[in-house]
């Protein structure tokens, strides 16, 4: 029955009060006063990327601390086993995206990918709750484990696979189901859509802030078993905070077999126009993979100690500067940076979203240069102090000398990985919107494997004849200061 207006039964009201190409739960039309969508849906999308964000920056910020103790794997060795699960999470969602714009929908893929990450998180907290077992601390507290059993080790990789589909499917088709809750046509929805992404990326900080504080305090002195056990029941009690809105979102209004295949075709004419900028952002997703790995390896030598003599920060723990100096950067960029910046260049975001990106590219170089200083430094403190040839000694040098790379790692994001999310999701169609934010996926994810790569043929090329490398186990006896400075040159080509 067509909806009339109150007064006049038999005038139908006109298509503009509806909001174009979406419906509610039971398929039907939906306008901008009948309770759908808006923040009240937004918050808890919001919800489901910050736990997400939770639950894998605890993961993939400490990863290599569990593969190289509890797995007996090498430096070089967990790095590249990181950065390929890391480039799987990323480019992961090349399929899924297509899967949720063409046949299930984004809010039923976002559904099935809930309820798999939690499986494969329920598997890793049984693994590891019983890996502990067969592990020991000595007299200086430094950990060891048996080395694991092929079986074992397929359980394990695969349970972090298993997590990393979930993963896949909350940084892109969340993000793409959270804008739809907002009408681009609607001047005033249009302005809070791209407020949304600002939102969306302090909610990822908040989260990646407070697993830093809290999952990387219990791996490192509680266990691992507990750390997954705690990020499961999160991940629960999200899934129910989301299924709660499920009659208050909008949807896309499903097509028909012959849209479908129409969308099928433009996807690669959508895409081409969109490569160049992605192959330019390949070498900033390269330089962002070092957050999660050497940056914490680098931490896990120095100083850590704080007021208390029996307590160190965890070194993973140091990342959470990123997320706190993500959250005050947006703020300023929202509050401040853009109103000024309109002043002088009369566009409504400030600066375009090119100009944003550029400028997170050349920030990112400059934290490589402050990285490769503060090495050196590091390896200089190491060398004049005799500790070079041990690998577990602590450098009398404090945890906050990497405060600078981190602060300005965090300030990068706010401009380049910000900007490529509305950039990919504005420059496509509406139908298309978890496809665009795949290639922004992509970018991290290839990023992520060209790192593995990298760090595979230079740990090969430098260690020939019996030298360590620039990777080696012992990273007082390697050179990341030489890897810094070579990513920092990259990085500004």
Known sequence: MATTAA????????????????????????????????????VRVITVGSIDSFIFYGMASNLISLLTTKLGQSTATAAVNINAWSGFVYLLPLLTSFVADSYLGRFRTILFSLLI??????LLTLYTSLQSASCSKNAKYIISCSSPSTLQLFFCFSSLYLVGIGIAVCKTCAPAFGAD????????????????????????????SSSHLVLNYIQDNLGWGLAFGISCITMVTTLIVFLSGTK????????DHKEKKETLSNIFKVIL????????CLMYTVVDAQNVTFFTKQGSTMDRTTGQPDFKIPAAAVQSLIGLSIILFTTLYDRAFVPFAQAFTGKPN???TLQRIGGGIVISAISMVIAAIVEHRRLRIALESGLIADKTATIPMAVWWLVPQYVLSGLAIVFTSVGLLEFFYDEVPNELRSVGLSLYSTIFGVGSLLSGLLISVIQKATSAGGEYGWFANNINQGHLDYFYWLLAGLDLV
């Open 350 to 352: 400030g600066i375009t």
């Open 117 to 122: 990450y939690i499986s494969g998180l329920v």
């Open 248 to 255: 208050s979102y909008r949807y896309i209004l499903k097509s």
């Open 273 to 280: 126009p969109l490569l160049p900028l992605w192959i330019i």
């Open 181 to 208: 809750q907002f009408d681009e046509l609607n001047p005033g929805e249009s302005k809070s859509k791209s407020s949304f992404f600002n939102w969306w990326q302090i909610g990822l900080s908040v989260g990646a």
């Open 7 to 42: 007064g006049h039964d038999d005038e139908p009201l006109p298509d503009t009060i509806y909001v174009q190409g979406m419906v509610n739960f039971h398929g039907e039309k939906i306008n901008h006063n009948g309770g759908f969508g808006g923040w009240k849906s937004v």
